[in-house]
């Protein structure tokens, strides 16, 4: 496996305030989601060693799925945080991502096809998966309850608006 970066983002407790969804966060969340990206497209473009040949078929399968499913999961997290990264740059309105960026639903993993799998393969696919997770909680928060959006967006309209007022 990967060796970790020092304390990253995702090394925050999932309770920590969630909703105060900021640039810094979004870009580190963006750093750690391409390193594990990359290790996900090696680890599958790698594949095993395969095993007996009463497993081998049933290995390859395993392996197929779940990394179809990893790497799904992936862009899907990319694709979310690029577009949170276009909203503080201003290159998408709060109502493009509202209507466009939501993260959509990850598939869980097979367990049956994890258990074929060499444990450095499902840890790697265990922590998109948490990923995925952290990125959710996210992506529900910045929503807010009621259609409201998160302080940070809501502060980012504040200062666009002052900052046009001004030119």
């Not at 049933?58 to 392996?63: E, N, S």
């Amino acid at each position: 496996m990967r060796a970790s970066l020092p304390h990253t983002v995702m090394d925050r407790p999932p309770n920590s305030d969630q909703s105060n969804l900021t640039r810094a966060i979004v870009e580190a969340l963006y750093v750690d989601a391409l390193v594990l990206a990359e290790e996900v497209r090696a680890v599958f473009a790698q594949g095993t060693t395969p095993g007996p040949a009463s497993s081998d078929a049933h290995m390859r399968l395993a392996l197929s799925t779940e990394g179809l499913k990893t790497t799904t999961r992936m862009m899907q997290v990319l694709a979310w945080l690029l577009n949170q990264r276009a909203y503080f740059t201003g290159e998408l309105s709060e109502a493009q991502v509202r209507n466009h960026g939501e993260l959509p639903p990850d598939r869980p993993a097979d367990e049956r096809a994890l258990a074929l799998l060499p444990s450095a393969i499902t840890d790697l696919i265990a922590e998109t998966m948490q990923l995925h997770e952290r990125i959710a909680r996210l992506d529900e928060a910045s929503r807010g309850e009621g259609g409201e959006g998160s302080p940070a967006r809501a502060m980012h309209d504040s200062l666009k608006r002052r900052i046009g007022e001004i030119d």
